[in-house]
């Protein structure tokens, strides 16, 4: 993670010796970000066998993707956002091929994750892949993302706190196992970052570390548990009830400011980190649906079977409704 790493590119891939490559890059990639890809690739004599551009990530496409793969093609690189690179890293599982993340913004923790997330006939999944063998952020490029962006990101990155707490209460509720170190990995790099919330190229680089580990983190404990609870399951009510969609870590974050008071703790950390770094600012330019939010926290406890979280050890939705509208910080965040 540095500021170049993009044009370094063809540099990380021929110290693992691979020179023979497909590209799956973002569709709308600014196309100097493309070239300056392609030039480090041909500066250290590596081939680009097949590229392609991504515009939805479907398992449908990726599979279309793996028929043109040639055998001998080495290496699979997702180049730009989140669905590149979860088609990518998909197609590079199904070809045993080694995978490169480059992303070109830190929206999520996908880009170092051990799932791919895909939709099958239509209806979003998550599908089992691997870690990539080599991330590869370019902190200038991050940096020049959509704010947007940068508030998605940090909004996926606090989840890891009500994660691991509901994680715990899954422990006490049902005796599901708890990988100590998948949990401390993931809450110690989120307080890295929260120590230092600043949106500039340091603060680039531990918003990506922080993703990173997180990834690794779920590597480790073996399942989504380290990175994704009460709070993911409110995202995803939102994804399949809400009339439009937000960005994942935005709807992350707001919903992980609500499970830590649902939960008792954390929660003025959460919400003052959430203030520094902008996301109620961002989320104010463009207010969630006050009625949305409540059907998804009634709707989210169902969404994944045999996933204990505090959503499912009482109704929350009343509790959730008196801090929409009583809660200083949300002020302004929801709209009738």
Not at 42 to 68: K, M, P, R
Not at 133 to 153: K, M, Q, R
Not at 197 to 202: G, V
Not at 264 to 273: C, K
């Amino acid at each position: 993670m540095k500021s170049n790493a993009l044009d370094r590119l063809g540099i990380y891939l021929a110290r693992a010796k691979h020179f023979r490559v497909a590209i799956l890059q973002s569709s709308g990639l600014k196309s100097e970000l493309l070239e300056r890809a392609l030039n480090s690739l041909a500066a250290e004599s590596i081939s680009v066998d097949f590229q392609a551009e991504v515009a939805e990530a479907s398992f449908e496409q990726a599979a279309s993707h793996l028929a043109q793969l040639s055998p001998d093609t080495q290496a699979v690189v997702g180049l730009g956002g989140g669905k590149a690179l979860d088609t990518a890293k998909y197609v590079a599982f199904l070809a045993n091929r080694t995978y490169y993340a480059v992303p070109t913004s830190l929206s999520n923790d996908g880009f170092c994750s051990p799932q791919s997330s895909l939709t099958l006939t239509g209806h979003r999944c998550s599908l089992v892949a691997r870690l990539p063998a080599g991330v590869i952020v370019d902190t200038a490029v991050c940096l020049e993302a959509p704010l947007s962006l940068w508030w998605s990101g940090v909004g996926d990155l606090v989840a890891k706190i009500t994660a691991i707490h509901d994680w715990k209460l899954a422990f006490h509720a049902r005796g599901e196992p708890v990988d100590d170190l998948a949990a401390l990995l993931s809450d110690a790099t989120v307080r890295q970052f929260m120590a230092r919330p600043i949106r500039d190229h340091e603060g680039i680089r531990l918003l990506g570390t922080s993703l990173l580990l997180n990834g690794i983190a779920m590597e480790i404990g073996g399942s989504s548990r380290p990175a994704s609870g009460s709070e993911h399951l409110i995202s995803h009510a939102l994804d399949q009830r809400s009339q439009r969609p937000r960005l994942h870590g935005l709807q992350v974050g707001m919903a992980t400011y609500m499970a830590a008071h649902l939960q008792g703790q954390r929660a003025a950390e959460v919400g003052r980190v959430l203030d520094q770094t902008g996301f109620w600012d961002g989320i104010r330019s463009d207010p969630f649906s006050r009625a949305e939010w409540l059907d998804a926290v009634q709707v989210a406890p169902s969404i994944k079977a045999n996933f204990h979280t505090v959503l499912s050890e009482r109704d929350c939705v009343q509790e959730v409704e008196r801090l929409i509208d009583a809660d200083p910080l949300l002020d302004g965040c929801f709209v009738a």
